[in-house]
């Protein structure tokens, strides 16, 4: 296993933890990878989980979105999951027997993975369990049921069910969906609703030549009249397939008669077949009033559950999980102040909202809940076929994308580029702040090998210059800055220029980039004191309105 190397700059490099360790409850993908990215920040972690071992049963969460495995390669895992993974790229869509049309996902700059990779949650779990027993500051600890939480300024104490007690500095509670003890136990409620159909899975292992590298999904066809069914391939030959069935339905008895064998030919015809996994589930749409309770953050599906249409479940949780460790470990190594801890739930809790609202959307074409929007996408199916102004309003899912952080208080404003809102779906809004930097190959002075630009981001701040800029200028800012900052020209990285193209970069621009490779802000030709202005915002240090002698504006603790 190779491991991404920890975050450093210069002579501020993450020291020893000063405190306690960091809880987390729950070794779920969420959970580990909380963990292992702490640990690249030097921060030790306490995993517990009340299971007495890890339940390998089912697929479970199937599909990981590339700036997902981007996150995981940050730990040693990302090359790994998508090489075991089958790559889709193709995401088709049917009524009854006709295709309606068949989506392909854009390249932003040159990513170093596919639009998404499908594996089961089982293995992917494996391998991250692979990478934290060779990460001596991730401590796993199976058989621990935590039974009450408090907190004071100094930490966090947990009592386990025996009477045992822990005390860390932080707590992330990543224990899935039924953490409603330990919801209750910190006081937020836990708003939505379930959606009254049921949805079948079976993981079949067939030969179904032409279905491996792409996405199916299917509006009323012949084999599930006036319902949908949705086709995913897999490793090893295996094909996820859901279909949505009444409320009263009944899997045994389907069994039994032999219906689920009928159900399943009509998909797949006279082939032979071994079923993996089967199993019933409901849908749900619920997020918490609050994602950080002091020193507690809430994260993945403790904190949020969503329809699975459109992947968004999983992938959210370890977009929760990277925001969390990079403010814990910038407040912790005095770094940051603690209200760096109050923008995790501003803006986890904004993309919670967000995939609520789009999951919602798909549910409701779905499953239309009243007869007005019944006639609705009965109407769009049908004239879908043949125009294109239908085709957009089909919803078989908007897959999982990156949240924006174009509101958060840690992003400043770029007039020249002024967010344009949602794009059409399979696509990315233009390079700016509070968007994911696009990634593509660097070259780093005194590397032995060329990197990745977000791999760059990924070990502290990241000052990325035009050619016109004044590096003097945006030296002594990074020199002035807390924690890591590195300072870098797109020139000298980037000679093919893929970088530049993707973030349409200016040759006076200053990029500030976030410890999780989200864009900060875009300045034009700044001064040391907008750089460091920038820098300070983006940590959530105050910054006063009084220059120093040198003309450095000067941040309040």
Request: with cysteine; charged share 25%; aromatic share 6%.
């Amino acid at each position: 296993m190779t491991t991404a190397p920890r975050p450093r700059s210069g002579d501020r490099a993450a020291g020893p933890w000063p405190t306690a360790p960091v809880l987390v409850l729950g070794a779920g993908p969420v959970g580990q990878t909380t963990a292992l990215l702490l640990a690249r920040w030097g921060v030790p972690t306490v995993v517990l989980d009340q299971r007495p071992e890890r339940d390998m049963v089912g697929s479970k969460a199937i599909c990981q979105q590339r700036d997902v495995l981007d996150v995981w390669e940050a730990v040693g895992a990302g090359r790994r999951i998508a090489a075991e993974g089958v790559t889709w790229t193709t995401a088709r869509t049917f009524h009854r027997d006709r295709e309606l049309f068949a989506m392909e996902f854009a390249d932003p700059g040159r990513p170093a993975f596919p639009p998404f990779v499908n594996i089961s949650q089982t293995r992917t779990e494996e391998i991250l369990d692979e990478c934290i027993a060779a990460e001596p500051l991730v401590d796993l600890r199976w058989r621990h049921r935590v039974v009450h939480v408090e907190q004071d300024d100094s930490g966090v104490r947990v009592r386990l069910d025996d009477g045992r007690e822990l005390a860390g500095s932080y707590l992330v509670v990543c224990a899935g969906a039924r953490s409603d003890e330990l919801r209750a136990l910190l006081g937020v409620r836990f708003d939505g609703h379930s959606f009254d159909d049921r949805f079948l899975i079976c993981d079949i292992r067939a030969d179904l030549p032409g279905w491996a590298s792409e996405r199916r999904f299917y509006f009323d066809p012949e084999w599930n009249p006036g319902r949908q069914v949705l086709i995913h391939p897999c490793p090893d030959s295996t094909f996820r397939i859901d279909w949505q069935v009444p409320a009263d339905y009944d899997l045994d008895a389907e069994v039994a008669s032999g219906a689920l064998d009928a159900r399943i030919r009509q998909i797949i015809g006279d082939r032979d077949y071994d079923i993996v996994w089967k199993s019933v589930y409901r849908f749900h749409s619920r997020v918490v009033d609050r994602m950080r309770c002091g020193r507690i953050l809430v994260a993945g599906d403790a904190a949020h559950l969503v329809s699975p249409f459109g992947a968004r479940g999983l992938n959210s949780g370890v977009g929760d999980a990277e925001n969390a460790a990079w403010k814990i470990a910038y407040v912790g190594h005095g770094w940051a102040p603690e209200e760096l801890l109050e923008s995790y739930h501003t803006e986890r809790h904004a993309a919670a909202v967000e995939n609520i609202a789009v999951t919602t959307a798909t549910m409701d074409f779905l499953v239309p809940p009243d007869e007005a929007r019944a006639r609705h996408r009965a109407e769009v199916l049908s004239r879908a076929a043949t125009e294109a102004e239908a085709r957009a309003q089909v919803d078989s899912g908007r897959l999982s994308e990156p949240f924006w952080y174009v509101d958060s208080p840690l992003t400043g404003a770029d007039p020249r580029r002024p967010f344009g809102g949602r794009p059409p779906r399979g696509q990315v809004p233009p390079a700016g702040p509070g968007v994911l930097l696009p990634d593509a190959p660097v070259v780093v002075a005194g590397a032995t090998a060329a990197g990745r630009a977000r791999a760059l981001a990924r070990a502290g701040f990241l000052l990325l210059t035009g050619v016109q800029v004044d590096v003097a200028a945006v030296t002594r800012a990074a020199e002035a800055a807390p924690g890591p900052v590195r300072v870098l020209a797109l020139h000298e990285i980037d000679p093919e220029g893929a970088l530049t193209a993707a973030l349409a970069a200016r040759p006076d621009e200053v990029w500030v980039v976030r410890p999780d490779a989200h864009v900060a802000a875009v300045l034009a030709d700044p001064a040391t004191a907008e750089i460091i202005a920038a820098l300070h915002r983006a940590a959530a240090h105050p910054v006063t309105r009084e220059e120093s002698h040198d003309g450095v504006l000067q941040a309040s603790r």
